[in-house]
């Protein structure tokens, strides 16, 4: 399975943007990059996911590489709300509930 | 917005016993999983089922683990005789289809004692 490699914590302030950043550098064509992020005792939770543009929701912005090598996980304006471990996953399509979770980035938001 | 439901929220249980742990998907969904998290290490997957049978399952999911769909709307996780190593949250996962979000439920926390 291509791996993924993040810091394992950062710090942003309240209402800053967070800027989250994951190295793929094996990652295969049929590769999607996923991330997810968990919430103290809770579960997992979707954020983002793309393939090779960037991509845009609600909740995030997620910036792929042109080679796809990396990726970076974009919080617009952080919210005591967002902290969290965000993972950055790498899925293929035929193998697309098998999640492998690596240790993640634990988000730390200051007020 | 819908969610996925885990019953119970935190069981104690003597080592070898048996355990089922519940999980109602969201309602239309087509594919459901098992994760596990030991505490203070990564969520591990456990086992996928679509189609009423296993998919794909994981080195952790022996012989002692076992997964049904009894009816439309429950998907159980069985540990047929518990061991200390057991001891985890588990979280049951849906998916509408291949290819879309997995939602995840607020995790059953097993302590085996």
């Known amino acids: 399975d291509a791996k993924t490699t993040q810091p394992n914590s950062m710090e942003s302030n309240e209402e800053e943007p967070v800027h989250l950043p994951c190295n793929h550098s094996?990652?295969?064509?049929?590769?999607?990059i996923h991330w997810y992020r968990q919430l103290p005792s809770q579960g997992p939770e979707y954020v983002i996911h793309g393939l090779t543009s960037n991509v845009n929701n609600r909740m995030a912005s997620l910036a792929i590489a042109e080679d796809r090598k990396s990726s970076t996980l974009i919080l617009h304006r952080a919210t005591l709300r967002d902290a969290a471990v965000y993972y950055c996953?790498?899925?293929?399509?035929?193998?697309?509930?098998?999640?492998?979770f690596g240790a993640g980035t634990q988000v730390v938001v200051t007020p | 917005e819908p969610e996925v439901t885990q019953t119970p929220s935190h069981q104690v249980t003597q080592m070898g016993q048996e355990v089922i742990l519940r999980c109602v998907p969201i309602s239309n969904h087509l594919y459901f999983y098992w994760y596990r998290q030991i505490l203070g290490q990564k969520v591990e997957f456990l086992v996928s089922?679509?189609?009423?049978?296993?998919?794909?399952k994981s080195e952790i999911f022996d012989d002692q683990f076992s997964v049904e769909r009894p009816d439309g709307s429950n998907f159980t996780l069985k540990i047929r005789s518990t061991k200390l190593e057991d001891s985890a949250m588990y979280f049951c996962a849906s998916q509408l289809g291949s290819g879309n979000t997995i939602y995840f439920g607020e995790g059953s926390w097993l302590t085996v004692v």
């Open positions: 996953i790498l899925q293929t399509t035929d193998s697309w509930g098998k999640l492998q």
């Open positions: 089922f679509y189609n009423n049978e296993i998919s794909e």
């Open positions: 094996t990652i295969s064509g049929t590769d999607y």
